[in-house]
């Protein structure tokens, strides 16, 4: 069901509600009228003034909280004296602006009639402003001479049509009735009187008291006061009032109006929770701790943590498994990302399958890719770790091999040995340093790189920068003695 809300004049701003909907809305906005003139003496005549235009924005969006500035036309005040004077201008009305032509939504007011000793022309009817629809104003009616005539106020523009214009006046010594607001729909025109004229009558188009009013009817008297009547609510013009002598009084131009009209926006929400559903129907038979206190749209709660997935629907109660086994809920498979890296280690896999009949301590723990440890870790100048070596049956612990490396961990040395004229046969002694983190100092042997003997080892070195010591258990040339004085030399490498 729509709201509709109704401001009147002097009300400058508007606060727009929290349930505005900006897909559902309209704003009329309709000016005020303007007054009737006066006229005294025997060839003068008095018109009626005009009716104020009417204007509608359909849709317009706002932000609900925001102050909206806004101004209700003032109807022209009537005229009262003993000497002609012309009526008064009603107030523009306007909705989101400043002006009428800022405005999303405005309507110009009607002018006031006129007044002298010839024919005069009624009060123009409010011009069209701005909006999506937009009808003008009635015009005050005329007269075609100056002989004691005066004319009823123009209508109010409207939700369907312009204002009527009042009844134009050809008849000496005679007044004539006020326009209809919103070409009939609106409020009736005032009949015309002779001491007083009859008021317009309240337009109706939104409720029994909100709409386009008529104009009021003007008033002639040939012996004494005259006073003509005011238009009806809302926007219409006053009518005119002439005399012989006395005091002549015009009738008012009435206030405008703006209506708002929206269909609320339903929003129940308990901050970032999505809108809670219908209350749930208790079931028979459910333990009260048990049964739904709500239900809720799958994804009306938004549960992350970070990098997690969103929280999966419950997971319903398996039968014969215990509870402590059930699972607590059922995620997607994304829960835990598909990658997650730590470091240089490669993405963790699925959980490994328990292998039965294996104790709980040898259990795989989980299964990971080929490549969760890269196929080339360095370390500064050490070269890449190789596939682990399998384990030799029979062989003690401390003598197994721990991992296979290239057989050219070290570059090749060349090491030249010179033996004196008085040594024969003596044992070829050399120095050789030999250090690294990942073997912890681990001894090689040693054989000729042309024959292939085996002509030494290497003894162990203690720590970094410590030299080991190469130690010959064969003649140099592997398997001959070397005669001095001779100068040996041999290409060695650690296997």
Same mark, same amino acid.
């Given at each position: 069901?729509?709201?509709?809300?109704?401001?009147?004049?002097?009300?400058?701003?508007?606060?727009?509600?929290?349930?505005?909907?900006?897909?559902?809305?309209?704003?009329?906005?309709?000016?005020?009228?303007?007054?009737?003139?006066?006229?005294?003496?025997?060839?003068?005549?008095?018109?009626?003034?005009?009716?104020?235009?009417?204007?509608?924005?359909?849709?317009?969006?706002?932000?609900?909280?925001?102050?909206?500035?806004?101004?209700?036309?003032?109807?022209?005040?009537?005229?009262?004296?003993?000497?002609?004077?012309?009526?008064?201008?009603?107030?523009?009305?306007?909705?989101?602006?400043?002006?009428?032509?800022?405005?999303?939504?405005?309507?110009?007011?009607?002018?006031?009639?006129?007044?002298?000793?010839?024919?005069?022309?009624?009060?123009?009817?409010?011009?069209?402003?701005?909006?999506?629809?937009?009808?003008?104003?009635?015009?005050?009616?005329?007269?075609?001479?100056?002989?004691?005539?005066?004319?009823?106020?123009?209508?109010?523009?409207?939700?369907?049509?312009?204002?009527?214009?009042?009844?134009?006046?050809?008849?000496?010594?005679?007044?004539?009735?006020?326009?209809?607001?919103?070409?009939?729909?609106?409020?009736?025109?005032?009949?015309?009187?002779?001491?007083?004229?009859?008021?317009?009558?309240?337009?109706?188009?939104?409720?029994?008291?909100?709409?386009?009013?008529?104009?009021?009817?003007?008033?002639?008297?040939?012996?004494?006061?005259?006073?003509?009547?005011?238009?009806?609510?809302?926007?219409?013009?006053?009518?005119?009032?002439?005399?012989?002598?006395?005091?002549?009084?015009?009738?008012?131009?009435?206030?405008?109006?703006?209506?708002?009209?929206?269909?609320?926006?339903?929003?129940?929400?308990?901050?970032?929770?999505?809108?809670?559903?219908?209350?749930?129907?208790?079931?028979?038979?459910?333990?009260?701790?048990?049964?739904?206190?709500?239900?809720?749209?799958?994804?009306?709660?938004?549960?992350?943590?970070?990098?997690?997935?969103?929280?999966?629907?419950?997971?319903?109660?398996?039968?014969?498994?215990?509870?402590?086994?059930?699972?607590? @809920? $059922?995620? !997607?498979?994304? *829960? =835990? &990302?598909? /990658?997650?890296?730590?470091?240089?280690?490669?993405? +963790? %896999?699925? #959980?490994?399958?328990?292998?039965?009949?294996?104790?709980?301590?040898?259990?795989?723990? @989980? $299964?990971? !890719?080929?490549? *969760? =440890? &890269?196929? /080339?870790?360095?370390?500064?100048?050490?070269?890449? +770790? %190789?596939? #682990?070596?399998?384990?030799?049956?029979?062989?003690?612990?401390?003598?197994?091999?721990?991992? $296979?490396?290239?057989?050219?961990?070290? &570059?090749?040395?060349?090491?030249?040995?010179?033996?004196?004229?008085?040594?024969?046969?003596?044992?070829?002694?050399?120095?050789?340093?030999?250090?690294?983190?990942?073997?912890?100092?681990?001894?090689?042997?040693?054989?000729?790189?042309?024959?292939?003997?085996?002509?030494?080892?290497?003894?162990?070195?203690?720590?970094?920068?410590?030299?080991?010591?190469?130690?010959?258990?064969?003649?140099?040339?592997?398997?001959?003695?070397?005669?001095?004085?001779?100068?040996?030399?041999?290409?060695?490498?650690?296997?």
């Amino acid at each position: 069901m729509a709201t509709v809300i109704f401001l009147t004049a002097g009300t400058t701003t508007w606060v727009v509600p929290s349930d505005w909907n900006n897909g559902s809305n309209f704003i009329d906005t309709i000016a005020a009228g303007g007054s009737g003139a006066i006229a005294v003496g025997a060839t003068s005549a008095a018109t009626g003034g005009g009716g104020g235009s009417w204007g509608r924005k359909n849709n317009l969006t706002l932000v609900p909280g925001a102050t909206i500035n806004v101004q209700v036309g003032t109807g022209g005040a009537a005229v009262s004296g003993t000497t002609s004077a012309a009526g008064n201008t009603g107030g523009d009305s306007w909705f989101n602006g400043t002006s009428v032509a800022s405005a999303s939504v405005s309507a110009n007011g009607g002018k006031g009639g006129n007044a002298g000793t010839v024919a005069q022309s009624g009060g123009a009817g409010g011009a069209t402003g701005n909006g999506d629809s937009l009808d003008a104003g009635g015009s005050g009616g005329s007269t075609n001479a100056a002989t004691r005539q005066s004319s009823g106020g123009g209508g109010a523009g409207g939700t369907t049509n312009s204002g009527q214009n009042g009844v134009n006046n050809t008849t000496i010594a005679s007044a004539t009735a006020g326009g209809a607001g919103d070409a009939g729909l609106g409020g009736a025109g005032g009949t015309a009187g002779g001491t007083t004229g009859g008021t317009g009558g309240n337009g109706t188009e939104y409720d029994a008291s909100h709409g386009s009013g008529g104009g009021g009817g003007g008033a002639v008297n040939g012996t004494g006061n005259a006073t003509a009547g005011s238009g009806g609510s809302f926007g219409a013009g006053g009518g005119g009032a002439v005399a012989t002598v006395g005091t002549v009084t015009s009738g008012a131009g009435t206030n405008g109006l703006i209506i708002i009209s929206y269909t609320p926006v339903t929003v129940t929400s308990a901050n970032w929770f999505m809108p809670l559903s219908e209350p749930q129907r208790r079931k028979p038979g459910m333990l009260a701790h048990v049964s739904a206190s709500g239900a809720v749209m799958p994804p009306a709660i938004v549960v992350s943590f970070g990098w997690f997935a969103e929280l999966s629907q419950p997971v319903r109660q398996k039968p014969g498994l215990r509870p402590h086994l059930d699972p607590a @809920f $059922a995620a !997607d498979t994304e *829960v =835990i &990302p598909a /990658s997650i890296k730590t470091g240089w280690f490669m993405p +963790l %896999s699925e #959980p490994t399958r328990t292998k039965i009949g294996v104790k709980p301590a040898a259990q795989q723990f @989980f $299964a990971t !890719d080929p490549e *969760v =440890i &890269p196929a /080339s870790l360095k370390n500064s100048w050490y070269q890449p +770790l %190789s596939t #682990p070596v399998r384990y030799k049956q029979g062989l003690a612990a401390a003598r197994q091999q721990f991992l $296979a490396a290239p057989s050219r961990l070290l &570059p090749t040395p060349n090491i030249t040995g010179t033996m004196a004229a008085s040594e024969t046969g003596d044992t070829f002694l050399a120095g050789a340093r030999l250090w690294n983190r990942i073997f912890s100092g681990e001894a090689g042997t040693i054989e000729d790189a042309f024959t292939g003997g085996r002509i030494g080892f290497v003894e162990q070195a203690v720590s970094p920068g410590v030299s080991g010591t190469i130690v010959a258990d064969n003649p140099v040339s592997a398997g001959s003695q070397i005669l001095p004085p001779t100068t040996a030399s041999v290409s060695i490498r650690i296997i």
